[in-house]
Nanobody, 125 residues
Framework: VQLQASGGGLVQAGGSLRLSCATS????????IGWFRQAPGKEREFVAA????????YYADSVKGRFAISGDSAKNTVYLLMNTLRPEDTAVYYC???????????????????WGQGTQVTVSS
């Protein structure tokens, strides 16, 4: 599975961005796609995830109500719409995938086998 993240950029606080994660290669009906982010000097943290099968979504408390994850199965692409951005959202954002993630591990980066390159999101105050 190959993942290609895009859509990052520089935005003012309060603004919006939409990240895309295009997937290719072998696909799994039960695949989960996750977004993670890593700010300088900090550990990688979970942002959001979606299951292709059923469409269940999961969010970190810090982004709940501001971010929305969605998927387009026809395009094999997952989107992360980020609204009301804050300076603390500044980070490199990564998408990841795995065909077998349980509910208890969906927020753990080590659960994901496939990773794309990151896309930088910078929110100015």
């Amino acid at each position: 599975v190959q993942l290609q993240a895009s859509g990052g950029g520089l935005v003012q606080a309060g603004g919006s961005l939409r990240l895309s994660c295009a997937t290719s290669g072998r696909t799994f009906s039960r695949q989960t796609i996750g977004w993670f982010r890593q700010a300088p000097g900090k550990e990688r943290e979970f942002v959001a995830a979606i299951r292709w099968s059923g469409g269940s979504t999961y969010y970190a408390d810090s982004v709940k109500g501001r971010f929305a994850i969605s998927g387009d199965s026809a395009k094999n692409t997952v989107y992360l719409l980020m609204n009301t951005l804050r300076p603390e959202d500044t980070a490199v954002y990564y998408c990841a995938a795995d065909p077998s993630i349980g509910l208890s591990t969906v927020r753990m980066s080590r659960s994901y086998k496939y990773w794309g390159q990151g896309t930088q999101v910078t929110v100015s105050s």
